[in-house]
């Protein structure tokens, strides 16, 4: 069996990531015909053809896409391997992809990140801000090491470990007639009363799910794309919705007339980590959770 080298996978995922031959060998500092014939010789030890070569542009064949989440994969454990067999690194140094939804990332990242620089000067962090199904597509494919989410989501192949309860509060406008926030109900609010976010955004099915919104009709149609548009609709007084705890110091209500009113009842969502399942840096991902959890 020919095994392909560890610079073969390399130059082939750097191809996958810049779509272009000679960006790529740019990228990975070698001449494009030097890089051309390191594709062509992975393709014949493996004895499948990656790249489709008809036209102007690099098209990955579905073989190949399926090489490139492995060979990413290959490699991450080649570097661990070494790191390993070098007496190993500190806890939390080197490089860490983080993926981290955008309903946490305004709120809890800038409070922490500068405590865990001066504690962890040696960890070299790079952040993915994106929705949680897309951010569990790169999380698959080795792009990313390690999720900061909301809990819980389903996604097969990953560990999971949950942080901390994050509380949903109720959020209106100052003086809105639309609810009584010290005594609110949901049984009072009309219909089209709610706004939350569009599809697909995790904060959108937390709270239905944790502020027990069961009757839709008191949903409006009409959903925002970001907790920015959000906001600023609950300051027209077009709605009123819920928030979550960690933004109440956020400066995304600041200048607003938006005010947070504890619900009272238990709702909340769990935020966590999640990993690929057989990840040997677990040790460093509790770490790094208990260090959010303390600091946050």
């Given at each position: 069996?020919n095994?392909p080298?560890t610079?073969q996978?390399?130059y082939?995922?750097?191809?996958v990531d810049?779509?272009?031959?000679g ?13 051309s014939n390191a594709?062509?010789a ?7 053809q990656?790249?489709d070569r008809?036209n102007?542009?690099?098209t ?6 399926e ?9 991450r454990?080649?570097?661990d391997l070494?790191?390993?067999a070098?007496g ?8 860490l992809r ?8 305004p709120?809890l990242l800038p409070?922490?990140l ?5 504690q962890y ?8 801000e ?5 951010l569990y597509e790169?999380l698959?494919?080795g792009e990313?090491?390690l999720?900061?989410l909301?809990?819980?989501w389903e996604m ?5 470990k949950?942080?901390f309860k994050?509380a949903?509060y109720?959020?209106c ?7 009584d926030?010290r005594?609110?109900r949901f049984?009072?609010?009309?219909a ?5 976010l569009?599809?697909g ?7 239905l799910?944790?502020c027990k ?9 009409f959903?925002?794309?970001s ?11 077009l709605?009123i919705?819920?928030l979550?705890e960690m933004s109440r ?7 607003t007339?938006v ?17 690929r399942r057989?990840?040997n840096?677990v040790k ?5 959770g208990?260090f959010?959890a303390?600091?946050?």
């Amino acid at each position: 069996m020919n095994f392909p080298s560890t610079k073969q996978l390399q130059y082939f995922v750097a191809l996958v990531d810049a779509g272009h031959f000679g960006r790529a060998a740019k990228a990975s500092f070698v001449s494009q015909s030097a890089f051309s014939n390191a594709i062509q010789a992975l393709e014949t030890s493996l004895g499948a053809q990656l790249v489709d070569r008809t036209n102007r542009r690099v098209t990955i064949t579905a073989m190949g896409q399926e090489v490139h989440t492995l060979a990413r994969l290959v490699l991450r454990d080649l570097t661990d391997l070494v790191e390993v067999a070098g007496g190993g690194r500190e806890p939390l140094s080197g490089d860490l992809r983080l993926g981290v939804i955008p309903t946490i990332a305004p709120f809890l990242l800038p409070h922490v990140l500068p405590k865990l620089r001066r504690q962890y000067p040696e960890l070299r962090l790079y952040l993915t801000e994106d929705e949680t199904g897309r951010l569990y597509e790169r999380l698959s494919d080795g792009e990313l090491d390690l999720l900061l989410l909301a809990l819980p989501w389903e996604m097969r192949g990953a560990e999971q470990k949950v942080l901390f309860k994050d509380a949903f509060y109720l959020a209106c406008r100052e003086g809105t007639q639309r609810v009584d926030p010290r005594n609110y109900r949901f049984s009072r609010l009309d219909a089209d009363s709610i706004l939350l976010l569009e599809d697909g955004h995790c904060l959108r099915d937390h709270a239905l799910a944790a502020c027990k919104i069961q009757n839709l009709q008191k949903v409006q149609r009409f959903a925002a794309s970001s907790l920015l548009t959000l906001v600023e609709m609950v300051d027209a007084d077009l709605g009123i919705t819920f928030l979550p705890e960690m933004s109440r110091q956020s400066a995304l209500l600041k200048n607003t007339r938006v005010r947070l009113y504890d619900l009272r009842d238990k709702s909340y969502r769990n935020i966590g980590l999640a990993w690929r399942r057989g990840s040997n840096r677990v040790k460093e991902f509790g770490l790094f959770g208990e260090f959010l959890a303390k600091n946050r």
